[in-house]
């Protein structure tokens, strides 16, 4: 199959061992990415190569093994199933797929494109080649299928599992089965995309451009108003991998095509930051917000940012729950109706991995907005990490995250969202971008801009800063203890900045080189800038003291749920069915040691555990608590001892002191001003 030179060079060099459990053990190059044709308006950050940048040992990585795990082990030919039927060619005997990928199921081949594009993926990240050969296969016979459309009845160009009929039921708005093709469609573009730019396989770029070019003609013959009417069909983000396909090739056309995808039923009140969002169906939009993103970087028209700015601010602060997600049954409801929808089928797992594309479009925009990375923080940490379930070898998800009292992961609504995903029978949206999410964990951890190294994300890895001759090594056990320590190697030499974020939940963090208390400004909710002439070894420690604190529900200020620095704690009820929100005193909270999260309460007169909802698996829980009286920073100490020298912080005055039970339930913002 064709493969740029680039790519044989990578193969020669690339070298992964595995263990016994199939876990990536050796080492290979960092692979680039193709380079952009267009370079991006309007940043002022820049993000690293996937491969520049490795997870080491922590719970990050072992998601990632997880699903590395699943990645090696499914079967190519039953994800070619349905587009192979489809194009009138031999499904060589494999068995088809259930759930949303089986033959008869409306909006069947949507995962495919997330697989390709979590392949690759693996491959840019660990150079593993199991995971590029299956990418490179898939888009081998993509391209067979592609070419069978004359035998198959179809235009040229086109590429799907359900037939280009239901293309022109939606464009006649008398499609009845269910199917949203576009947003099909919008998978396999991004896959293909993926696999061209991160593996470079050449022939990835030829079935893309040719089924680009099939939505170009598709489109350009309805008139504005038809093609409106067709976009309140789900369609994904096609204004968004149009634009990247623009930036890709320089080829305006894309652009063009791009544009055709703005929903201005959507956009017209955001770009007014008008929050008419009720009702809607929520990862519906959110990615057409990252195409506005997008579309600003490509043209510099501010309508796009705004439109993308906006969305994000009425999102996070009036149809967020405390551990970032949003929606209920898959919809945005009233602004501020928090309390009201903590139910089994609250944050869907789409949306909150589309947030975080969304939110890291935005921060590259404007590096100096710590709380964007806040935002990302609690939403990665709190909801996307405790999606998948770490007792499953295969790293299998959940589609929805309840919040109701005595809610359970993997137990839900029984239409397909409520169990844990499977090896070839569920393939929902969120298995999909699940996948995705568990194989770039890094890519936000650092950033850079010239002499200017950001950290954003408090995570056991390591950068390999290569156009400077720069290693850094983060060593933590962050967020148990609230320390991290980088390292840095190499050539080193000369004045450069380390520019760290100081979360909104800290107060009074420190940073130190080499044992020595740096000078720097530490506010929380900005970046405090380390800049020094550097040595191959200085060790940076950053101390950020956690304390515990409320994030107190928009609608209701008696229900609260518990944080503890970044963390979200929820309540262990085991087997227990709870029918209301237990009753918690707010001063009985303890925590139980140092080395975990483990703190304990009393709830409705009883003792209950308290632990990090991301660890909340097999057992019922409870996030979010009745709660009586107002907790204040300017009170007095509840208890709650701080912990802040269990990963080695350096000394300070408030060390050993108690912690404030702060109420953070400032201006209908669930988030609780932390951001």
């Known amino acids: 199959m064709p493969l740029s030179r680039r790519r044989l060079f990578q193969a020669a060099g690339a070298t992964v061992a595995l263990s016994a459990a199939g876990q990536v053990i050796g080492t290979s190059p960092a692979l680039a990415a193709l380079p952009w044709a267009r370079s991006d308006i309007g940043v002022s950050a820049y993000e690293f190569d996937l491969g520049q940048i490795r997870l080491t040992s922590g719970r990050w990585l072992d998601n990632q093994n997880r699903t590395l795990s699943y990645l090696r ?283 975080l594309k969304l939110t890291r479009e935005l921060w590259l925009l404007s590096p100096a907005r710590a709380d964007y990375f806040d935002y990302y923080e609690n939403a990665l940490l709190n909801h996307l990490i405790g999606q998948q379930n770490p007792a499953d070898a295969h790293g299998h998800v959940t589609y929805f995250t309840p919040l ?66 720069i290693t850094v090594a983060q060593t933590t056990s962050y967020p148990v203890s609230d320390t991290t320590s980088l390292q840095v190697t190499g050539n080193v030499s000369g004045s450069w900045t380390m520019r760290v974020r100081i979360p909104a939940w800290t107060q009074g963090a420190t940073i130190s080189v080499n044992g020595v208390r740096q000078d720097v400004t530490t506010a929380p909710g900005t970046y405090a800038d380390l800049t020094r002439s550097w040595t191959s070894g200085d060790t940076v420690t950053v101390w950020l003291p956690m304390r515990v604190a409320m994030k107190v529900a928009n609608d209701n200020p008696n229900m609260r749920a518990v944080t503890y620095g970044p963390v979200v704690l929820s309540g262990d009820y085991g087997n227990t069915s709870l029918s209301s929100a237990p009753t918690l005193v707010l001063s009985s909270i303890a925590r139980a040691g140092t080395s975990s999260l483990a703190f304990t309460a009393t709830a409705n007169g009883a003792s209950v555990r308290l632990e990090p909802f991301y660890d909340a698996h097999g057992r019922n829980y409870v996030v979010y608590w009745n709660t009586t009286g107002q907790v204040g920073a300017g009170e007095p100490a509840l208890g709650i001892q701080n912990m802040s020298t269990t990963d080695g912080g350096l000394a300070d005055t408030s060390q050993g002191a108690p912690v404030v039970l702060a109420d953070d339930n400032g201006s209908n913002n669930n988030l609780g001003r932390f951001l």
């Open 73 to 355: 082990f499914v079967d190519v030919d039953r994800l070619l199933y349905v587009f192979r039927a489809n194009h009138r060619l031999s499904t060589n005997g494999a068995a088809a797929n259930g759930g949303w990928d089986a033959p008869s199921f409306p909006f069947r081949s949507h995962m495919q494109g997330h697989f390709l594009t979590a392949w690759a993926q693996a491959y840019a990240v660990l150079g593993d080649t199991t995971c590029r050969d299956k990418a490179d296969r898939m888009v081998a016979e993509l391209a067979k299928c592609q070419a069978n459309n004359g035998a198959a009845g179809f235009t040229s160009g086109y590429l799907s599992g359900f037939p280009e009929s239901d293309i022109t039921a939606l464009e006649h708005r008398t499609l009845t089965n269910g199917n949203v093709p576009y947003y099909c469609l919008h998978k396999t573009l991004a896959g293909l995309l993926d696999v061209w730019r991160l593996i470079g396989n050449t022939q990835a770029r030829t079935v893309l451009l040719a089924l680009a070019g099939w939505v170009d003609t598709r489109t350009s013959r309805l008139s504005a108003s038809q093609m409106q009417a067709m976009l309140g069909t789900e369609f994904g983000g096609m204004n968004a991998v149009l634009t990247d396909l623009y930036q890709m090739t320089g080829d305006s056309r894309w652009l063009t095509t791009a544009q055709r995808f703005d929903h201005a039923a959507v956009f017209n009140p955001l770009a007014a930051n008008q929050d008419q969002l009720n009702g809607l169906h929520a990862n519906t939009q959110v990615p057409k917000w990252i195409g506005a993103a997008r579309e600003y970087k490509a043209t510099g028209t501010t309508r796009y940012r705004d439109i993308a700015a906006n969305a994000w601010s009425i999102t996070v602060g009036a149809h967020t729950y405390a551990n970032g997600s949003n929606s209920q049954a898959e919809h945005f409801r009233a602004p501020n109706a928090i309390a009201a929808h903590l139910n089994r089928d609250t944050g869907e797992a789409c949306n909150t991995y589309n947030m």
């Open 404 to 469: 109701n009292p005595g809610g359970r992961r993997g137990v839900g609504p029984a239409w397909g969202g409520g169990t844990w995903s499977t090896d070839y029978n569920s393939f929902w949206c969120c298995q999909g971008t699940g996948i995705e999410t568990n194989t770039k964990l890094m890519d936000s951890i650092y950033f850079h801009n010239g002499t200017t190294l950001f950290v954003n994300l408090f995570v056991p890895s390591t950068l390999n800063w290569s156009q400077r001759g």
